[in-house]
């Protein structure tokens, strides 16, 4: 069973930093895109930032220039490096992995159980 493990979440101060970081264990052959969401309670879970297998990224205009979204491919894992944090960056962050082969069975998608991130003002 493919599972997805996150680390790195907890208290910043605003102007700070935190890097988040998704492991994907399972017996896992191929992951094609690998993402980071973040959801506050009572709204919708958002895309906060996205990257291919070859490497292509994208991220919400919210947090453009301030995190930055890597991958490990040989450890199947992805990051997500935030800086100069703010307030509202407050969320669950969850990790999610697409189109996951492993174990002779392909998963459509794979979500980890999230870490929270709290940035004070």
């Known amino acids: 069973q493919v599972q997805l493990v996150e680390s790195g979440g907890g208290l910043v101060q605003a102007g700070g930093s935190l890097r988040l970081s998704c492991a994907a264990s399972?017996?896992?052959?191929?992951?094609?895109?690998m993402g980071w969401y973040r959801q506050v309670l009572g709204k919708r879970r958002e895309l906060v930032a996205h990257?291919?297998?070859?490497?292509?990224?994208n991220y919400v205009d919210s947090v453009k220039g301030r995190f930055t979204i890597s991958r490990d491919n040989a450890k199947n894992t992805v990051y997500l490096q935030m800086s100069a944090m703010k307030p509202e960056d407050t969320a669950v962050y969850y990790c999610?992995?697409?189109?996951?082969?492993?174990?002779?069975?392909?998963?459509?998608?794979?979500w980890g159980q999230g870490t929270l991130v709290t940035v004070s003002s």
């Open positions: 399972g017996s896992i052959f191929a992951i094609n895109a």
């Open positions: 999610n992995a697409e189109s996951v082969v492993a174990a002779g069975r392909w998963n459509r998608e794979v």
């Open positions: 990257i291919t297998s070859g490497g292509s990224t």
